[in-house]
C-alpha cells in the first residue's frame, strides 16, 4: 500500500575522517547507515569476492559464519574453509583488547579482517560489511558470482548503550512474521533493544497459563474504531484481536538473540488494565460490573484495584513473564493510571487511611515501588514511564520520560538510567509529513529531518550527569496503525535516522550528509520488502504571530503561481493548542476560496491542512490567507491558548 517507487540510483558516498578532524565525501557507491566513527579508504586494488575466497575462522563460533553465509546465499557466491589461497581471505578473529561492542573491518587487496572482542562486536562488523558490498547481494536471487570491494579502514563502536525501537501489538495485533522481519531491520541498523508492549486496554496479548481468561476474553475485543479520538466516532463491527503463545514467544526471543536484540516485554500496570479487569472482574475496583475490552483509544478509568491479592496476581503473571522473555530488562509501565476508581473505592479508602499515606498518590506510588522490589529480587533491571518515579523510586529503576523532560534530570540525579523517549522527537506514530495523502496518525508532526536532530542528553543537564543518559528508541504506537505494511511504513526511514543519532557520535553526524546515504540505503531497505516513506521535505512558507484574537492574516505574496490546487498547513509547534475552524484564501479583497473544518494544530495536530482550488487566476501579490480561531477550549484541553507562532507550509498541484 504504502510501498515506495521507482528507486534513485546513488553514486557516491564514502566519509573518510579521524575522531577530530571532518570527514569529506569520496566518489563511491557505499552508503553504511548508521555512521561508522572512522571510515578511511586506502590505497590499493580491489579486494576480490568469489567462490575461491578462503574463509578462516579463529574464534570458534559459528554464529558470524552463519550469517555471512546466508547474506550470500542469494548469490552464487559459496564461502569456503577448505581451499588453499593465502591471496584472498577472510578472516574473522577476536581481540580482547576491545570493548564489547567495538569492531575493526580492514579490506586490502588480499584480506579482508573482521576483529572484535566478542560475537557481538563482529556481528556489528558484518552488518557494516553487508553494506559495503553492492546493492545487487541484497536482493534475492542474484546470481552475482564475483564483487569488488575497495581497500578501506573502519573502527567503530556504538555512542549509546541502549538503541532500540518500541512496538505496539495491543491496540493492533501483529503477526509472528511481522516481528521477525522487524528484528531483521533492527539489526540492520545495529539497534539492540526491542521495547514489546504486549497488554493495554484494547488487548491482552500474551498467553498466561495461570489465568488462561486474559487471553481467552482479554484478547478479543468486539469491535475496533477506525476514526481518530477527535473525530465523529466510527467503528468496524467485528471482533478484532489474537494473542502470542509462549511456544511463539520463546521462538520470537531466540531470533532476537541470534541477532545480539534483548527483547524487553511490557505489562502496563496498574492502569491501562481494562483488559485484565475485562477478563477477571474481581481484579478491578467493582467486582459486580463486568466490563469488556476497550474498543476505542485513549486512557480507561477501569485500572486495578490496589489489593495485595490484586498485586499477587502480578507477581504471578510477571513470574511467567520472566520465563519466558531471559533478558535482563522488564518493563512494568506504570502511566497515564487514573486514580478515580480507588477515590470511590472503600478497599483504596482503607488502604489509605491503614498505610498513613496523605492521598491516593502515595499509594500508588506504594503500589509501583513493591512491584519493583518483587522484580529486582528476581534479578532484573525494572524500566518504567516518567509517571512511575518519585522520591522513594529504587535508583536502579530505568525512568522513560516521554509526555515531557521534566524529569529526566531529577532522575538522572537521583542516580537512575535514563532512557529518553520524548514523543516530539521519537514518535513514531506522529504523521511524517502533512499531506492529506499520509495515513492516519495519531497527531502531531514528525519529519525524519527533526528525529535527526535528536539529542537523548537534554540540554542543561550537567556533565556529570550525562553517564545516566542511556540512549533512546523509536515508539511505535498502534492506535492508528492497523496493518504490518503501515507499522513498517511509519517506521522507515525514521528508524534509519535514529539508529545514526544512537549509534554515531554527536560531531560526527551531518544531515547534509545523510540525506544521499538514505537515499542509497532506500535500495536496502526495497530489497528486505520493507515499506517505507521517500523523505520529501515540506515547504515552510514563513511564520505568524498570533494573539487572542478570532482571526488572522497570512500575506502569500507570489506564492500562487497559476490556476491549481493548494495545500496549506497550519503548524504551531510544540505548545498549547490552537483551535482553528475556517482558512479562506483571498485575492485583495475578494474570497476565492474557503476550506471549513475544524483542526487542533500544537502539541497535537490534527486535520490542519487546508486546500484551495484556484479556477480563476491572476497574477497579484496581494493572495492571502484569513485563519479564523476557535475563542474556546480545544475539545476539552486546559491549556488552550490562541498565541504564540503559528508556521505556515504549503503544498501545490497544478493543473
Known amino acids: 500500500m504504502f510501498k515506495a517507487k521507482n528507486f534513485i540510483a546513488i553514486l557516491f558516498f564514502l566519509l573518510s575522517f579521524s575522531c577530530v578532524s571532518h570527514y569529506s565525501a569520496q566518489p563511491q557507491r557505499i552508503a553504511v547507515v548508521p555512521q561508522p566513527q572512522l571510515f578511511e579508504l586506502v590505497d590499493g586494488k580491489n579486494f576480490i569476492l568469489t567462490n575461491r575466497t578462503n574463509l578462516i575462522n579463529l574464534t570458534e563460533s559459528s554464529v558470524i559464519v552463519d550469517h555471512l553465509n546466508f547474506f550470500l546465499s542469494n548469490s552464487s557466491i559459496q564461502l569456503r574453509s577448505d581451499v588453499a589461497n593465502s591471496a584472498n581471505v577472510i578472516v574473522l578473529q577476536y581481540d580482547p583488547k576491545l570493548e564489547a561492542g567495538h569492531y575493526l573491518l580492514e579490506i586490502n587487496e588480499s584480506i579482508m579482517k573482521l576483529v572484535a572482542a566478542d560475537d557481538l562486536g563482529l556481528f556489528y562488523a558484518t552488518q557494516t560489511l553487508f553494506q559495503v558490498m553492492p546493492h545487487e547481494l541484497w536482493w534475492e536471487k542474484n546470481n552475482l558470482s564475483t564483487v569488488r570491494l575497495p581497500c578501506l579502514k573502519i573502527e567503530d563502536f556504538p555512542n549509546f548503550p541502549w538503541r532500540g525501537l518500541h512496538i505496539d501489538s495491543s491496540r493492533h495485533f501483529f503477526p509472528k512474521e511481522t516481528i521477525l522481519k522487524m528484528l531483521d531491520a533492527m539489526a540492520v541498523h545495529k539497534l539492540n533493544r526491542l521495547h514489546w508492549h504486549l497488554t493495554d486496554d484494547q488487548g491482552w496479548r500474551v498467553e498466561i497459563k495461570k489465568y488462561p481468561k486474559l487471553t481467552e476474553i482479554g484478547a478479543f475485543r468486539k469491535r475496533t474504531r477506525i476514526s481518530h479520538l477527535l473525530q465523529k466516532p466510527y467503528y468496524e463491527d467485528e471482533v478484532y484481536g489474537g494473542f502470542y503463545t509462549q511456544e511463539d514467544l520463546r521462538e520470537i526471543v531466540e531470533y532476537a538473540n541470534q541477532r545480539f536484540i534483548t527483547i524487553v516485554p511490557e505489562i502496563d500496570v496498574p492502569g491501562h488494565s481494562a483488559a485484565i479487569v475485562a477478563s477477571y472482574p474481581e481484579f478491578g475496583n467493582f467486582p459486580e460490573k463486568q466490563i469488556d475490552v476497550r474498543t476505542t483509544w485513549g486512557i480507561s478509568s477501569d485500572i486495578l484495584n490496589p489489593s495485595a ?347
Open 309 to 655: 491479592e490484586v498485586q499477587q496476581v502480578i507477581f504471578d503473571i510477571f513470574d511467567e513473564i520472566m520465563d519466558i522473555f531471559p533478558g535482563e530488562y522488564i518493563h512494568i509501565g506504570g502511566d497515564e493510571a487514573p486514580l478515580t476508581q480507588w477515590m470511590s473505592s472503600d478497599l483504596a479508602k482503607n488502604m489509605v487511611e491503614e498505610g498513613g499515606f496523605s492521598n491516593f498518590h502515595q499509594l500508588y506510588y506504594e503500589w509501583i515501588d513493591q512491584l519493583v522490589d518483587y522484580l529486582e529480587a528476581k534479578g532484573k533491571r525494572v524500566l518504567g514511564w516518567e509517571e512511575i518515579f518519585n522520591d522513594n523510586t529504587s535508583p536502579e529503576v530505568i525512568i522513560m520520560p516521554w509526555f515531557s523532560t521534566s524529569k529526566a534530570i531529577p532522575a538522572a540525579a537521583n542516580g537512575n538510567k535514563v532512557l529518553n523517549v520524548y514523543r516530539h522527537f521519537t514518535y513514531f506514530d506522529y504523521k511524517q509529513e502533512y499531506s492529506a495523502t499520509e495515513p492516519l496518525g495519531i497527531g502531531g508532526f514528525l519529519p525524519m529531518k527533526k528525529v535527526y536532530e535528536f539529542d537523548p542528553i537534554p540540554s542543561g543537564t550537567p556533565q556529570e550527569l550525562r553517564k545516566n543518559f542511556i540512549g533512546s528508541q523509536g515508539q511505535l504506537w498502534s492506535e492508528y496503525i492497523r496493518s504490518s505494511s503501515h507499522l513498517e511504513y511509519m517506521a522507515f526511514p525514521r528508524l534509519s535516522a535514529l539508529s545514526e543519532v544512537l549509534w554515531t557520535n554527536k560531531s560526527l553526524q551531518s544531515w547534509e550528509l545523510f540525506l544521499p546515504r538514505i537515499e542509497a540505503h532506500y535500495q536496502r531497505l526495497a530489497a528486505r520488502d520493507i515499506d517505507y516513506r521517500v523523505y520529501k521535505p515540506s515547504v515552510k512558507l514563513g511564520s505568524l504571530d498570533i494573539s487572542s484574537t478570532k482571526t488572522a492574516t497570512f500575506y502569500l505574496e507570489d506564492k500562487i503561481s497559476g490556476r491549481g490546487s493548494y495545500q496549506f498547513v497550519l503548524d504551531k509547534g510544540i505548545g498549547s493548542p490552537v483551535e482553528i475552524s475556517k482558512v479562506e484564501l483571498l485575492r485583495d479583497s475578494a474570497n476565492l476560496d474557503a476550506d471549513i473544518h475544524d483542526s487542533i494544530t500544537g502539541s497535537l495536530d490534527i486535520f490542519n491542512i487546508y486546500t484551495f482550488h484556484v479556477n480563476d487566476f491572476k497574477p497579484s501579490n496581494n493572495y492571502k490567507l484569513l485563519i479564523h480561531f476557535k475563542p474556546e477550549k480545544v475539545n476539552g484541553y486546559d491549556n488552550y491558548e490562541n498565541s504564540g507562532k503559528l508556521n505556515i507550509y504549503m503544498r501545490e498541484q497544478k493543473f
